[in-house]
């Protein structure tokens, strides 16, 4: 199972051997038991976000790793790992007679997550313009990573790794540097290419748990019924 921030809540299925039992031998010796739910924790799975989220379809590019931290039966918790996108999306975004910035960050989320996030950005054409390169000078490219650098430390230090993640899906960390970068030099294509977990806070289970307890199920139940009121409404 993944977190309520995705659409699709069991995404994947995945073996695992069954835990084996102790045995004694003839020399009063016991072998060692190899546990089903040992084998299972700290598994990390990769899934695109388009079979997490069901209006991501578009987003097919962007890999979401999730990592098992719970075994319940035979359900797994699992809650945010890492995040990248594939090679195919970064060949699509390259472009020559453009500059490419890159920028990356280390920061700690509210609930003690530490994470180091990379960024990257393109110079973007003027409308007017006649000159076929675009290319942006060593002062405004040191200017611009500098305020990448500010923008993505700001946001991951004012939230939580939930929150971060719901961020990362909406591409509003993206949106936000082009549009402060964009006084300084036209950008596009600002994407966030990798974020990984580099040290997690002490495990808690309640934690944990509340990242599945809160389920948008009344916010389906409001949509689905806004069309009947509205059909009714319309009758009268």
Same mark, same amino acid.
């Given at each position: %199972?993944?977190?309520?921030?995705?659409?699709?809540?069991?995404?994947?299925?995945?073996?695992?051997?069954?835990?084996?039992?102790?045995?004694?031998?003839?020399?009063?010796?016991?072998?060692?038991?190899?546990?089903?739910? !040992?084998?299972?924790?700290?598994?990390?799975?990769?899934?695109?976000?388009?079979?997490?989220?069901?209006?991501s379809n578009d987003k097919y590019w962007?890999? %979401?790793?999730?990592?098992?931290?719970?075994?319940?039966?035979?359900?797994?918790?699992?809650?945010?790992?890492? +995040?990248?996108?594939?090679? !195919?999306?970064?060949?699509?975004?390259?472009?020559?007679?453009? =500059?490419? $910035?890159?920028?990356?960050?280390?920061?700690?989320?509210?609930?003690?997550? /530490?994470?180091?996030?990379?960024? /990257?950005?393109? =110079?973007?054409?003027?409308?007017?313009?006649?000159?076929?390169?675009?290319?942006? #000078?060593?002062?405004?490219?040191?200017?611009?990573?500098?305020?990448? %650098?500010?923008? %993505?430390?700001?946001?991951?230090?004012? @939230?939580?790794? #939930?929150?971060?993640?719901?961020?990362?899906?909406?591409?509003s960390i993206g949106a936000q540097i082009?549009?402060?970068?964009?006084?300084?030099?036209?950008?596009?294509?600002?994407?966030?290419?990798?974020?990984? $977990?580099?040290?997690?806070?002490?495990?808690?289970?309640?934690?944990? +748990?509340?990242?599945?307890?809160? *389920?948008?199920?009344?916010? *389906?139940?409001?949509?689905?019924?806004?069309? @009947?009121?509205?059909?009714?409404?319309?009758?009268?």
């Amino acid at each position: %199972m993944v977190p309520t921030t995705f659409d699709v809540r069991n995404p994947t299925l995945t073996p695992c051997n069954r835990t084996a039992g102790q045995s004694k031998c003839r020399r009063a010796l016991t072998l060692p038991v190899e546990n089903a739910v !040992d084998s299972l924790k700290g598994r990390v799975f990769e899934i695109s976000l388009a079979d997490l989220n069901r209006d991501s379809n578009d987003k097919y590019w962007r890999k %979401m790793k999730v990592q098992v931290e719970e075994v319940k039966g035979q359900e797994l918790y699992t809650n945010f790992h890492a +995040m990248g996108i594939t090679r !195919d999306k970064i060949c699509q975004v390259v472009k020559k007679w453009h =500059t490419l $910035i890159e920028a990356f960050v280390q920061a700690k989320t509210l609930d003690g997550y /530490l994470l180091r996030v990379f960024a /990257l950005g393109f =110079t973007q054409r003027t409308k007017r313009q006649v000159k076929a390169t675009c290319y942006a #000078k060593n002062s405004q490219k040191k200017l611009i990573r500098k305020k990448m %650098m500010e923008i %993505m430390v700001a946001e991951i230090n004012k @939230s939580t790794l #939930k929150e971060l993640t719901k961020k990362f899906i909406q591409e509003s960390i993206g949106a936000q540097i082009s549009k402060e970068c964009g006084k300084i030099f036209p950008l596009q294509n600002v994407l966030i290419t990798k974020a990984k $977990i580099l040290k997690k806070p002490k495990f808690d289970l309640t934690k944990l +748990m509340e990242l599945y307890q809160e *389920r948008p199920e009344l916010e *389906r139940k409001e949509k689905k019924d806004e069309p @009947s009121n509205k059909m009714a409404e319309s009758k009268k």
